[in-house]
């Protein structure tokens, strides 16, 4: 479909779920990806700046072969699409330095508290409401966290304080984007604004690739031909999630975006078993389950919520 073409009325809940399991299938697999790389090939910008310059790639050449339409960025479109790169600079950093230190059942779990500051975000910048059912979800899903996160005695403190960390920053940049994929009217599809701010924060990621060594570390990927093709990989799969990402905040709130990532993170845990097994306790499991019931108590009360939101 091209960029700036509305699906027909019909189809739009049927347009919702395929955008919906395309970046479920995204984020699933970028994060054991990472987390794959990030032990074996600890440079963290020279692997974003390949990532980013996958994204540019795919959307040049959907541009090119006329799939979508990338629209030249006008002088107000500027100042608020730099701020959201240099945001998603901050988050990238944090999510690939949490995955180094924390396993992936603690980095998703931490993560399932970003709807609850999401709500939280939209509340004080958007003026949403939030309904009781809705907190109350939110709580149980945070409760659930607090639980495992006890109870994993592999944590350290610093891939705690850049877990937490990222997801502030991702319920704060799902926030923004909110707006500007529609209070803010730049006039700009998903994949446009998706687009840019991976071009705006280009020339940051490089510098600080250099301190880390890029673009000698290129040198030293080009040698490991396993890691150098999980790189190749993700890339599609950043191309994705971003620009899918954007897409869904075009049609449904940021809080609903950030708790279907509650429910297909579990999915991410129950691959990581199998391709990064780390100690799981009972208690630990507890306290899963209570975030999948925070999960399924947002699901079973979403329709009444849904009419307050319009």
Request: hydrophobic content about 50%; proline content about 3%; aromatic content about 10%.
């Given at each position: 479909m091209s960029a700036g073409k509305e699906p027909p009325a019909s189809g739009g809940q049927l347009w919702i779920l395929l955008l919906f399991l395309g970046h479920a299938s995204c984020s699933v697999f970028l994060i054991l990806v990472n987390k794959t790389i990030s032990t074996s090939f600890p440079f963290a910008w020279t692997v974003v700046f390949l990532q980013n310059s996958g994204t540019i790639l795919c959307s040049t050449l959907l541009h090119l072969y006329g799939k979508v339409l990338l629209r030249r960025l006008e002088r107000h479109q500027v100042l608020p699409l730099f701020l959201d790169a240099l945001w998603l600079v901050a988050v990238l950093l944090s999510s690939f330095k949490a995955l180094e230190e924390v396993s992936v059942p603690l980095y998703v779990v931490i993560r399932n508290t970003?709807?609850?500051?999401?709500?939280?975000?939209?509340?004080?910048?958007?003026?949403?409401?939030m309904d009781s059912m809705l907190v109350l979800a939110l709580l149980i899903t945070f409760m659930g966290t607090i639980l495992y996160s006890v109870t994993d005695f592999t944590i350290r403190y610093n891939g705690a304080v850049y877990a937490i960390s990222n997801a502030l920053l991702v319920a704060g940049m799902c926030t923004f984007e909110?707006?500007?994929?529609?209070?803010a009217n730049l006039g700009m599809s998903a994949i446009d604004i998706n687009f840019h701010r991976v071009v705006l924060s280009m020339p940051l990621i490089a510098i600080l690739g250099y301190f880390e060594g890029f673009p000698f570390t290129l040198?030293?990927?080009?040698?490991?031909?396993?890691?150098?093709?999980?790189?190749?990989?993700?890339?599609f799969a950043a191309f994705g999630i971003g620009t899918l990402l954007l897409a869904l905040q075009g049609e449904v709130s940021a809080t609903t975006i950030q708790v279907a990532n509650v429910a297909y993170k579990c999915a991410t845990t129950v691959v990581s078993r199998?391709?990064?097994?780390?100690?799981?306790?009972f208690m630990g499991v507890v306290g899963y389950s209570v975030c999948t019931s925070g999960v399924l108590t947002y699901t079973l009360t979403r329709g009444t919520a849904s009419k307050k939101e319009k």
């Amino acid at each position: 479909m091209s960029a700036g073409k509305e699906p027909p009325a019909s189809g739009g809940q049927l347009w919702i779920l395929l955008l919906f399991l395309g970046h479920a299938s995204c984020s699933v697999f970028l994060i054991l990806v990472n987390k794959t790389i990030s032990t074996s090939f600890p440079f963290a910008w020279t692997v974003v700046f390949l990532q980013n310059s996958g994204t540019i790639l795919c959307s040049t050449l959907l541009h090119l072969y006329g799939k979508v339409l990338l629209r030249r960025l006008e002088r107000h479109q500027v100042l608020p699409l730099f701020l959201d790169a240099l945001w998603l600079v901050a988050v990238l950093l944090s999510s690939f330095k949490a995955l180094e230190e924390v396993s992936v059942p603690l980095y998703v779990v931490i993560r399932n508290t970003v709807p609850f500051l999401t709500a939280l975000c939209e509340r004080v910048a958007l003026k949403k409401p939030m309904d009781s059912m809705l907190v109350l979800a939110l709580l149980i899903t945070f409760m659930g966290t607090i639980l495992y996160s006890v109870t994993d005695f592999t944590i350290r403190y610093n891939g705690a304080v850049y877990a937490i960390s990222n997801a502030l920053l991702v319920a704060g940049m799902c926030t923004f984007e909110r707006y500007l994929m529609t209070t803010a009217n730049l006039g700009m599809s998903a994949i446009d604004i998706n687009f840019h701010r991976v071009v705006l924060s280009m020339p940051l990621i490089a510098i600080l690739g250099y301190f880390e060594g890029f673009p000698f570390t290129l040198l030293e990927l080009s040698a490991r031909r396993y890691e150098a093709t999980l790189v190749a990989s993700s890339s599609f799969a950043a191309f994705g999630i971003g620009t899918l990402l954007l897409a869904l905040q075009g049609e449904v709130s940021a809080t609903t975006i950030q708790v279907a990532n509650v429910a297909y993170k579990c999915a991410t845990t129950v691959v990581s078993r199998l391709t990064h097994p780390s100690e799981l306790t009972f208690m630990g499991v507890v306290g899963y389950s209570v975030c999948t019931s925070g999960v399924l108590t947002y699901t079973l009360t979403r329709g009444t919520a849904s009419k307050k939101e319009k």
